[in-house]
């Protein structure tokens, strides 16, 4: 969910200079001045990844690079849990949340060299029950539009049916993707969804008779010798060697429990290390080819054919390219496009194939630049893109042979005068909301149960003095509602490390009544898997007793 997504994720999984979706970060003064570039000599992984576990306040980091078919770097650094001595290592594992794309795209591309399916077969041919909120977007999509973020939908839509931690089954979220209304035109615009994911990975467990994670062991961790890689927070247990998740509470990096997601797991579901993820990124960079294995006939092992290894990075989905502060301007793409699992653009002339990942407590970024035959990834145990975007320039200016540049300092600069701005923002609302203001009904009027068309049952209670909003089918999403102004309310979530507390907006008929509640985030810092704007909450008539 970049706080995209810690979601993932993604973080945002975006285009921009920092592309993962913005969490909450603590306030700091912004920079003065850019900080000089960095001479050309100074490149050292150690060092550099050290100076930004301190300055972007990380815990824990794992690095893993391939470069013309050669792992040159899988370490860690940092430790595994704030507090604790436990060191992170080439081995600790981390959630990488919508770094799971890549394999759900790669699954699908085995069953298309299998002719189990094609990308432009429609979806409901494989999974006939399948329906969008539009009957003629139902029919029209493919498998291909699964995966290349352009179906309608707005940016994150329906997230909350799986996050935080929820009770729905991956065929309930399937199934209530009928009433979700789409923001744009089918095949219009590029928004990042999870939601269609999560049908693809079913579709592969349809096909495989087994569960997502059973089929992704069997066939495509084992091939690669991925034996430490995991497709539940459940196979992890036992394991002493895993990274803690962490957040930002009231500002300060804190521990805080993952949260499992087994019924997303088509978009976020894998967890791995430096060493593995290292074979990934080199199955990907030699076009589908086993490392160092091959076949009965003595010819190099492949797990996805040329054809379609070629595919997964091949532009479906223009992006539109932002323009980043100026102290980034240099990472600026001459394009940007997403390919079936993976985003792509440029950078010093050459493709990169990558992607962003966010969960509560884990951000993760995989790079690959096939001209260069270079693969970066960095997994972390916190929720900040900055560490990452700083890192990932830094490398690829070492590897790709360019000018180097303090990508640390010039991205903390940035961050730090971003979450300036929002704290700006943020001010400036409370000065201006009328205070003194008091809701138009009673507080006891508000209590009760609403529903929203594709969630579900939300309910407000009393609690004492107070009244506690809850999702039903969300255990962890309750909070205490707190008058803002007139009849608007903000939602404060008992877990404070959601960084997530939303305006809760009633609106009355003319009789007094209330007609439907409208929920936004407070702060655009939010990740936007909390898509509490797409929810429009009406009140449950109680039913009349039977005469």
Excluded: C
Excluded at 332 to 350: E, H, I, T, V
Aim: hydrophobic share 45%; charged share 20%; proline share 5%.
């Amino acid at each position: 969910m970049q706080n995209m997504h810690r979601i993932a994720a993604a973080i945002v999984l975006a285009f921009s200079s920092l592309s993962v979706p913005a969490l909450a970060f603590d306030a700091a003064p912004a920079l003065s001045a850019a900080p000089a570039a960095a001479p050309a000599s100074a490149f050292d992984l150690e060092r550099d990844v050290n100076s930004a576990l301190k300055i972007f306040d990380v815990p824990g980091i794992a690095i893993a690079i391939v470069k013309d078919g050669k792992v040159v770097a899988a370490q860690g650094f940092g430790v595994r849990k704030l507090g604790e001595p436990a060191a992170v290592d080439a081995k600790t594992l981390f959630e990488v949340a919508s770094n799971s794309k890549g394999f759900t795209a790669a699954a699908l591309a085995m069953l298309v060299d299998e002719g189990k399916l094609a990308w432009d077969d429609p979806v409901t041919k494989h999974l006939p029950g399948f329906q969008m909120h539009d009957s003629y977007v139902t029919g029209a999509m493919t498998i291909r539009d699964l995966l290349t973020h352009r179906s309608g939908l707005g940016l994150g839509a329906g997230d909350l049916l799986w996050w935080p931690t929820t009770t729905f089954s991956t065929d309930e979220i399937i199934e209530k993707l009928r009433y979700i209304r789409p923001a744009t035109s089918f095949r219009n615009s590029y928004a990042y969804d999870n939601l269609l994911y999560i049908v693809a990975g079913k579709i592969i467990a349809d096909k495989a008779g087994k569960s997502w994670g059973e089929a992704m062991h069997e066939r495509i961790l084992a091939p690669l010798g991925m034996t430490a890689t995991t497709t539940s927070l459940a196979e992890n247990a036992g394991n002493p060697d895993v990274a803690n998740a962490h957040s930002k509470i009231n500002g300060k990096i804190a521990a805080v429990k993952s949260m499992p997601v087994p019924n997303a797991v088509g978009a976020v579901g894998i967890n791995t290390n430096a060493e593995d993820i290292a074979k990934w990124m080199m199955l990907l960079l030699d076009e589908g080819k086993i490392a160092g294995a091959t076949d009965k006939d003595g010819k190099p092992a492949r797990l996805i054919s040329e054809k379609q290894a070629r595919e997964l990075w091949t532009a479906q989905t223009p992006v539109k390219i932002p323009e980043p502060k100026p102290a980034l301007a240099a990472t600026k793409p001459n394009f940007s496009a997403y390919g079936l699992g993976f985003q792509l653009r440029d950078y010093k002339g050459m493709k990169v194939a990558m992607h962003g990942g966010a969960l509560q407590g884990f951000y993760s970024r995989v790079l690959m630049v096939p001209e260069a035959k270079l693969g970066v990834a960095i997994l972390t145990n916190a929720e900040n893109g900055g560490s990452m975007t700083a890192m990932q320039w830094r490398i690829l200016d070492h590897y790709l042979q360019a000018a180097p540049s303090d990508w640390i300092g010039l991205v903390s600069r940035v961050e730090q005068d971003q979450h300036a701005e929002e704290v700006k923002k943020q001010a400036k609302a409370s000065s201006a909301r009328a205070a003194k203001s008091q809701p138009s009904l009673p507080l006891a009027a508000y209590d009760g149960e609403y529903e929203d068309a594709w969630y579900g049952k939300v309910t407000i209670r009393p609690e004492g003095k107070k009244h506690i909003l809850s999702f039903t089918r969300t255990p962890d999403l309750t909070g205490e509602l707190e008058h803002w102004q007139h009849d608007t309310f903000i939602v404060r979530w008992k877990e404070r490390n959601f960084n997530a507390d939303a305006y809760v907006t009633f609106s009355l008929n003319p009789d007094g009544s209330i007609d439907r509640v409208k929920m936004a985030p407070v702060s655009a810092e939010t990740d936007f898997s909390y898509d509490f704007q797409d929810l429009s909450l009406v009140p449950v008539k109680p039913k009349e007793a039977k005469k």
